[in-house]
């Protein structure tokens, strides 16, 4: 099993800066591929980055690329979310996942590929 804690949340206005974090914990082994999605109210859960093992490869949504970048630390147990530009359509409740298949594998973008996710933090972007 994995545990997962994010933290970072929290308000900011429109233009600004927020950055995520995402703690892995148990058998971090299985976190091969780690992602954040997120969902606002009444829609369904978006998307938002991926990052593989080495933290080599990464991949974003359409609506977040040029804005927001993920990165891996070198002990491979904690990712990041740095979220820059933030627009009030930024805000949901963002989710920190993890799966045992490496980036390569199907669909990162996919919430049924990940098999591990955390509690969710609230990010509010006012205009």
């Known amino acids: 099993q994995v545990q997962l804690v994010e933290s970072g949340g929290g308000l900011v206005q429109a233009g600004g800066s927020l950055r995520l974090s995402c703690a892995a914990s148990?058998?971090?082994?299985?976190?091969?591929?780690m992602g954040w999605f997120r969902q606002a109210p009444g829609k369904e859960r978006e998307f938002v980055a991926a990052?593989?093992?080495?933290?080599?490869?990464?991949d974003y949504g359409d609506s977040v690329k040029g804005r927001f970048t993920i990165s891996r630390d070198s002990g491979k147990n904690t990712v990041h979310l740095q979220m820059n530009g933030l627009k009030p359509e930024d805000t949901a409740v963002y989710y920190c996942?993890?799966?045992?298949?490496?980036?390569?594998?199907?669909?990162?973008?996919?919430?049924?590929?990940?098999?591990?996710w955390g509690q969710g933090t609230q990010v509010t972007v006012s205009s």
């Open positions: 996942a993890a799966r045992t298949e490496y980036y390569g594998g199907s669909y990162y973008f996919e919430p049924r590929t990940y098999d591990y």
């Open positions: 148990g058998r971090t082994a299985s976190s091969r591929t």
């Open positions: 990052v593989s093992w080495s933290g080599g490869s990464t």
